[in-house]
């Protein structure tokens, strides 16, 4: 269980949108996402790359879709 300090250390970074990723659940610059609202951060992306990426592609684990990389 990491539900630690939330919110605590997240400012807004000039105003910049951020992900969350929902795998380790912070907040990230980047995420690969799908149009169903699932967001993964590169490094959970890379820890979980056997398991939803098959090449060019990767699947959203919610939803099945395929996605391009
Ligand atoms: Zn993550
Ligand atoms: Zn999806």
Do not use: A
């Amino acid at each position: 269980m990491s539900e630690s300090k939330e919110r605590s250390y997240s400012r807004r970074r000039r105003g910049g949108r951020l992900f969350r990723c929902q795998c380790c659940g912070q907040e990230q610059p980047f995420c690969w996402s799908c149009p169903c609202g699932f967001q993964i951060c590169d490094r959970c992306f890379v820890e979980n790359k056997w398991g939803i990426s098959n090449g060019p592609t990767w699947i959203c684990p919610d939803c099945g879709r395929i996605r391009m990389m």
